[in-house]
């Protein structure tokens, strides 16, 4: 059991969340399926660069410099460092995107990212929430936005990912890396974040 629930976790990681939320975009029957495939495969390679391998290439440096105790981030004081990489990478992207056609979805995600990643860091400061549930609530929350104004397919999804949520939720709890309420409301604030920042 605790293979499967680390199997979960590694699959819904959030640093693999970015690049499930593109696919979702440009493959659900939206207007954004119609975006080019330059854009699109330009889109996946930045995401893959700046907001999953820098920030996992950056962890041995952050380790060897003493700001984080080990890989888990198993408490609060180690998250500052590899968010504030993580929101500078996705920052990065977002810059770097401004000349991709049809490209608009793409950068309000990533300033999205940026935005609800500097929130979640100010929290993380005093209080320990779940990064794998904010991150799947983020999720759920751009393909409600998604679904509501883009129409398509993509909200033929919703229940699989609330499903989703409910198996990485009880993953988290099953290996004892949070609370409850660390899972609950690092959900909410996922969800919460992105829906009122699209909406």
């Not at 939206?30 to 330009?42: K, L, R, S």
């Not at 968010?83 to 608009?104: D, H």
């Not at 779940?130 to 229940?159: E, Q, R």
Request: proline share 5%; aromatic share 14%; with cysteine.
């Amino acid at each position: 059991m605790k293979v499967l629930a680390f199997a979960v976790s590694m699959l819904f990681h959030p640093l693999l969340l970015p690049l499930y939320v593109l696919f979702i975009t440009f493959n659900t029957g939206t207007v954004f399926t119609y975006i080019p495939a330059y854009t699109q495969n330009m889109s996946y390679l930045l995401t893959l660069l700046g907001v999953t391998l820098i920030p996992l290439l950056c962890l041995p440096l952050l380790k060897w410099l003493g700001l984080i105790e080990g890989y888990r981030l198993a408490q609060k004081q180690d998250r500052v460092f590899p968010v504030l990489v993580t929101i500078v990478g996705a920052f990065i992207v977002f810059y770097f995107s401004r000349n991709l056609p049809y490209s608009n979805i793409v950068r309000q995600f990533y300033l999205i990212m940026v935005i609800m990643l500097s929130g979640f860091m100010i929290v993380t400061i005093r209080w320990k929430i779940s990064m794998h549930m904010t991150a799947i609530g983020a999720l759920c929350g751009f393909v409600f936005i998604l679904g509501m104004k883009y129409l398509g397919d993509v909200i033929n999804l919703l229940p699989l990912l609330i499903l989703v949520s409910g198996l990485v939720a009880s993953a988290r709890l099953y290996l004892k890396q949070h609370t409850p309420a660390q899972v609950y409301v690092g959900y909410v604030y996922g969800a919460a974040a992105v829906v009122a920042i699209m909406y």
